[in-house]
């Protein structure tokens, strides 16, 4: 089997395509431990190294999944954890503090039963915690041995060029896909310009950008705005533009989607999630999609940036990504 393509993200090196783990721990709907394992297993064997999961899912359920996933096959493994989101029964809080980083990776750490992590994430942004103390305290953890790089999830531009100056950042993670995708494209100025990588989760829209959805009743998260009654018909109109496109090529949707995410750079690597092998691997098929830059471009122009109805997150979710 043919190695997958590597891209760099700061000074590490990732397949071109991640595995994201988040919705193996019932995030959208019901999931199975030993199927999710195998999943990940799989990924392994196809070469698709690059784990993402963090202590927020399932509230460390999915840490100790990958982790069983893992065992005996840690050295194949590219592991990716977040910190800085806490649950508080239905709420979630965010913590930015040097002792809570430190506690937090020695608790993932654990669950994940390495000794250590090889991208360690700050999940959300702390307003109440300038950012030079929080990266401060995760540079540290790379001074223990505890972490190799690390990177930042949904900052803003001012924020990386602040933390990037206290350590380098590797990675910044952001939503960013055909759906979503001018807030990512601003972040992506700024991360081209001091040489930090881009990982893109939810690349295919939380599922709107595949073949898989063509009502409400498909959809796999349907608390996300996008899947509104008001904005479901706007946004499914966008998808079926694609979905011809991709037809013409001779790809599934998400292929084409992939693609062109793909196509923006080197520096973003997609992070798509599933908890079906056949699924991952549809994934993996869009490293064989070739599109040319007019392809490229009547992509984006069928779903125009800003094109999509309904936010990202609901409001309150909203609240704590900076923009």
Avoid at 149 to 177: F, M, N
Avoid at 247 to 275: E, F
Wanted: with cysteine; hydrophobic share 40%; glycine share 10%.
């Amino acid at each position: 089997m043919a190695a997958l393509e590597q891209r760099k993200l700061g000074g590490l090196t990732v397949p071109a395509l991640g595995l994201g783990c988040m919705s193996m721990s019932g995030i959208y709907g019901q999931s199975d431990d030993e199927t999710s394992i195998a999943v990940i297993r799989h990924a392994l064997d196809r070469g698709e190294s690059f784990l993402d999961t963090a202590d927020v899912y399932g509230n460390g359920h999915n840490e100790e999944l990958v982790a069983r996933a893992i065992a005996g096959r840690r050295g194949e493994a590219i592991l990716a954890t977040k910190f800085g989101q806490k649950r508080s029964a239905n709420a979630f809080a965010v913590d930015g503090t040097p002792a809570y980083v430190q506690s937090a990776c020695e608790a993932s750490l654990k669950r994940l039963g390495v000794d250590h992590i090889d991208l360690y994430y700050q999940h959300r942004v702390d307003p109440a915690t300038p950012i030079e103390d929080t990266v401060g305290a995760m540079a540290k953890l790379v001074q223990q041995g505890k972490v190799r790089h690390l990177g930042l999830s949904e900052a803003a531009p001012d924020t990386i060029r602040r933390a990037h100056k206290v350590h380098p950042i590797a990675a910044v993670q952001t939503e960013y896909s055909l759906l979503y995708r001018v807030e990512a494209e601003a972040t992506r100025r700024v991360t081209r310009e001091l040489g930090i990588g881009f990982v893109a989760y939810s690349p295919l829209g939380r599922g709107f950008l595949t073949d898989a959805v063509k009502n409400v009743a498909d959809a796999p998260a349907r608390m996300m705005p996008r899947y509104s009654d008001q904005n479901f018909a706007t946004n499914r109109a966008l998808v079926d533009k694609i979905e011809a496109m991709a037809k013409a090529k001779g790809c599934t949707t998400g292929q084409l989607v992939l693609a062109w995410l793909l196509a923006q750079g080197d520096d973003v690597v997609p992070i798509p999630g599933t908890k079906r092998s056949a699924r991952l691997d549809e994934n993996l098929g869009a490293l064989s999609v070739k599109l040319t830059p007019d392809d490229v471009t009547k992509i984006g122009a069928a779903i125009p940036p800003g094109a999509a109805a309904g936010s990202r997150y609901p409001e309150a979710a909203m609240g704590h990504v900076q923009r």
